[in-house]
């Protein structure tokens, strides 16, 4: 081993696979050349609830493999996960729900078959709406993703009643649904009793460890390959119906099978965030201090799988408060299961927090950023974070201006996250000449994260970047966490410093070694975030109603910066999935059809380049080497967390109307604005 004094880790090193991906020579889950591969199509249900009585199809049809359904599909082990218990059931429990597969020689052919296909369906009544007074409304035991559903400190309801100043307020998010560029894929291969996997997700270990157990098989028999992956936001965390579908086609066939999502199965298949009703009840004094808060959500789950998500409970966790009392109560819908999307329960829950306290703020006369400084007495990095932002912003100077037909304003709001590593394996190889390979089964969705473990381990092994041989998106390798949590660099990052660092102990007596990071992840102190401030200029059309973000800035602090550039990424992109999150995003719900009217991304609106003016991130860059080694924490998710706030209160400080329900449609806004000029 060698020393170099330039350092990789803080470098702004652009993605190691970038040229593959541009070149298109990166192999994603549906690429990879087989022989005598086949194809899957889904036959899904038309209706919300009932039971499949019969499959009839042509015997005749051409091209066509077999059509598997209950009926005559080969029982599969009861997975933990009832969605993943495909084609074992008359059952029918959401619209959307495979039903059948069709397995033919083309695509084409069985995509044409599948549409040939004829279900007899005794249907039933259905209850897909979400409302806070449900009949069926119950108190869960947790929340996602294993927190106490309630909390309750001090004398809630005596502190609002004797405080000077309160707010009461409702507000409402929508469905949500995960549009990842690459939608889920997997191509299956059965090799005498080894299953071959190559599927698009979050986490191969995990993958292994799911789908093998629904086949009797124990993970070390499940060869997963994810080596790239195109996106996946929480959606591809966890085993979903194409992989069992693609491995239950293969091992009827005997051929390889290939299952690749259409868009509109999107919707339906792989999760969405759950609705949210949260009443917000603020209690403070004259000068600004808080006193109570009381914060009571209330979500959808399905009658599968209970999947709650926890929007209050990030208020546990922001601002320390006297009286607090946190709640959520779930309703069991005839619907799809609800997942994970970025920051689930913090994204939908800061927007009912910071938009309430922003309300707080314009009853008192206090400015929204001194208002959370007062209020955060415990936690200097947020209070840098509102500080330099501000600075930075220049929010000193805002004011509501005009320009014509369009009214102008600026708002803010706090962001939070969890920082938590979790536990995973690395093993480093030195192959000789100061050149070594580093080896974990982590998930690399575009984050940069085969970059970023090239850093680490070149600097902890005293060689340039280029002589680190970096494996990962495959399950036989050492086992790793879930690319999710905003955990991904801390847990991955954490094992491969371990391995570099033993393999250098060893002074040259060993060629291999292999660290396990489970110990000490369990002695981590819990409670420790990221913090963050957004900041929003909003222009306003008094003539359509139209909302422009002329200006979006976000401060951030993120322990140590591992590398500036997918960091600023990844802080941009979350700040701009706040913005569909604030104004366009909305799963429209059929209540007589049980399903979305707007499943795929003609009418599903997500921002494109048009939508995003001017936006920067900025961050403080303060190691925390009492986290993990490297000093980091998880900024995947905090872009989004608090963003989608800013922005309504931007647009209530440009207007004067307070939009309560997401996202801030026209017809919300036009009835309120005043007429132009």
């Not at 059948?100 to 695509?107: D, G, H, N, Q």
């Not at 209970?306 to 601002?319: G, K, P």
């Not at 709001?413 to 070594?436: C, H, I």
Request: overall charge negative; charged content about 20%.
């Amino acid at each position: 081993m060698t020393s170099t004094s330039a350092r990789a880790v803080g470098s702004p090193l652009a993605r190691l696979e970038g040229p593959a991906k541009v070149s298109g020579a990166a192999r994603y889950a549906a690429e990879y050349p087989q022989d005598h591969l086949a194809y899957g199509w889904i036959v899904a249900s038309p209706v919300a609830r009932g039971r499949l009585d019969a499959v009839l199809t042509d015997p005749a049809e051409e091209d066509v493999l077999a059509v598997l359904w209950h009926g005559n599909a080969p029982e599969l082990e009861k997975p933990d996960d009832p969605e993943l218990a495909v084609l074992q059931s008359d059952e029918i429990r959401y619209r959307g729900q495979p039903l059948a597969l069709v397995i033919a020689t083309s695509i084409e052919a069985a995509r044409r078959a599948a549409q040939a296909v004829q279900l007899e369906i005794t249907a039933e009544d259905h209850d897909v709406e979400l409302r806070a007074d449900h009949p069926d409304r119950y108190t869960p035991e947790t929340v996602v993703p294993d927190a106490p559903a309630t909390s309750d400190t001090g004398d809630v309801d005596a502190a609002l009643a004797g405080a000077p100043v309160t707010i009461d307020v409702v507000y409402e998010t929508p469905a949500l649904h995960n549009n990842p560029m690459e939608p889920h894929a997997t191509i299956a291969r059965w090799d005498g009793q080894d299953l071959i996997l190559y599927d698009s997700n979050q986490h191969p270990s995990g993958i292994a460890e799911t789908v093998g157990a629904i086949f009797g098989l124990p993970a070390e028999r499940v060869h997963v390959v994810t080596e790239h992956v195109g996106g996946g936001f929480g959606s591809k965390g966890s085993a979903r119906p194409n992989a069992v579908l693609a491995a239950l086609g293969s091992l009827v066939t005997g051929r390889p099978v290939q299952i690749a999502l259409p868009r509109q199965a999107m919707f339906s298949m792989v999760g969405h965030r759950a609705p949210t009703v949260q009443r917000i009840r603020v209690g403070a004094t004259r000068d600004g201090i808080l006193t109570a808060i009381d914060h009571q959500t209330c979500t959808q789950s399905s009658r599968l799988f209970e999947f709650v998500e926890s929007a209050s409970v990030v208020t546990r966790e922001v601002y320390p408060v006297p009286n607090l009392r946190t709640g959520h109560q779930v309703v069991r819908l005839d619907m799809p299961t609800p997942r994970w999307m970025r920051a689930p329960g913090e994204a939908p829950g800061m927007v009912g927090l910071e938009c309430a306290l922003d309300e707080l703020a314009a009853e008192l006369g206090v400015d929204p950023v001194e208002l959370r400084v007062r209020n955060s007495p415990e936690n200097p990095r947020y209070v840098e974070c509102l500080r330099s932002g501000a600075e930075r912003f220049g929010w000193s100077e805002r004011d509501r201006r005009t320009d014509g037909e369009w009214l102008i304003g600026f708002g803010m709001a706090g962001a939070t996250y969890p920082a938590q590593a979790m536990p995973s394996t690395a093993r480093v190889r030195a192959l000789g000449n100061d050149e070594y390979e580093v080896a974990i089964a982590a998930a690399d969705l575009g984050t940069g994260a085969r970059t970023i473990l090239t850093q680490i381990a070149a600097d902890e092994l005293g060689v340039p970047v280029e002589q680190i041989h970096i494996r990962i998106g495959n399950s036989t390798l050492p086992q790793a966490s879930v690319a999710g949590g905003s955990s991904g660099s801390a847990s991955w990052g954490w094992a491969v410093t371990g391995a570099c660092r033993e393999l250098r102990a060893a002074g040259g007596s060993t060629e291999e070694a292999t660290f396990d990071t489970t110990a000490l992840v369990q002695q981590q102190k819990e409670g420790r975030h990221a913090s963050g401030a957004h900041f929003a200029e909003v222009r306003v059309s008094t003539v359509t109603g139209e909302v422009r973000v002329s200006r979006l800035f976000g401060m951030f602090d993120g322990g140590r910066i591992l590398n500036p550039r997918t960091a600023r990424s990844q802080f941009l992109g979350g700040m701009i999935m706040g913005m569909g999150m604030a104004l366009h995003e909305e799963g429209v719900l059929d209540p007589a059809q049980g399903t979305w009217v707007n499943h795929d991304l003609a009418e599903y609106h997500i921002p494109t380049h048009a939508d995003v003016e001017w936006i920067d991130a900025a961050w403080l860059d303060a190691p925390e080497s009492d986290l993990n080694p490297m000093g980091s924490k998880g900024i995947g998710e905090i872009g989004i967390v608090g963003s989608p706030a800013a922005i309504l209160n931007a647009i209530w400080h440009a207007t004067g109307v307070r939009i309560r329900s997401l996202p801030a449609r026209l017809d919300k806004l036009l009835p309120a604005l005043p007429s132009p000029r």
